[in-house]
């Protein structure tokens, strides 16, 4: 494949529909509809700068698969692909491949990426919480866990950074003595409640592992949230990594979702997090960002608009830098 730099490559494919958790009529707080709404704003926002790109590509499934067992337990996998997780009731072999695809989507992002692309999009990436053999927190294959990992093989040095109001213990955990920095701005009283990354308020950092939390509070908003975000940038500007990995979980909006209220982010304090992104991209990283999706339970209009608006910020500004530097 021709990988073009100035257009955004955004991973989707109507299988991901099929991810029905719970009753599976799409209750469910991954109603995966999200996707799709998040995929057709971006084409009809950047019409031709878009490249959509399936996630499941069949002449790789043998080098797909090795990814996967190379970074999750082969008997977690195997019960996995049986149809069987904690994720769901019953056996459903069907979204055990539904799973799988969600991963080979975001190893179409990094394939992109080290064929030159500059920003690439899996609105159902970034499966933060899965650990090496179990999954959690509606997480089954961690495929950021893969990603860094992948980038670090390839020689570049990524950074992780995770906004999900929900903490990214799964990759933190899985990139542990990766010499990988991880940075996460989550609430700090609610899932996954681990004393390794949340504390009331504040940050709560393992600055030898290269491992950066802070902290947020039921109910805080914006001002926060980009305070924290400044000093996210502070950390990436000591790093100055080659490639960003962005888990852009929309599950601070304000307003009511279906898993409660934590926090009350708006788009100013999104755009203002996905031009940080942007900027740091465009200073060290020749414009590499891989975003991922997270969380996100107002499916039908916030999670997808969030999405929107920060992949449409970073890639618009990713592009006027590479535009600028050709």
Known sequence: MTYLKDKLYLIYSDLYLGWQLGLGDGSHPTNPVRAKLATELLQERLGEAVVLVDPVDLTKADSDEAALRATHAE?????????????????????????????????????????????????????????????SGFCVFNDMAYAAVAFQEAGLKPL????????????????????????????????????????????????????????????????????????????????????????????????????GVDSNYTSVGYKYAAEMVADMANKYSEGRVLIGGAGGYQPLKETPETWALVVETIFNKVREGVLAND
């Open 75 to 135: 008997s977690y996998i195997d019960s996995v692909a049986a149809g069987r997780s904690n994720e769901w009731t019953g056996t459903k072999p069907e979204l055990g491949v539904i799973a799988k695809a969600m991963f080979t989507g975001t190893i179409r992002a990094v394939e992109a990426i080290l064929g030159g692309v500059k920003v690439a999009f899996n609105p159902q990436g970034a499966k933060h919480h899965a650990k090496y053999e179990r999954s």
């Open 160 to 259: 992780y950074l995770d906004w999900d109001i929900h903490a990214g213990d799964g990759v933190a955990e899985m990139l542990t003595g990766t010499g990988i920095p991880r940075i996460s701005i989550h609430n700090g009283s609610t899932f996954p409640g681990s004393y390794k990354f949340q504390t009331t308020f504040g940050p709560t950092h393992d600055e030898a592992d290269h491992c950066y939390n802070f902290c947020v509070r039921h109910g805080d908003g914006d001002d926060v949230f980009m305070q924290f975000i400044d000093q996210a940038r502070e950390i990436i500007e000591r790093y100055q990594p080659d490639v960003i990995l962005l888990a852009a979980g929309a599950d601070g909006h304000t307003g009511a979702n279906n898993l």
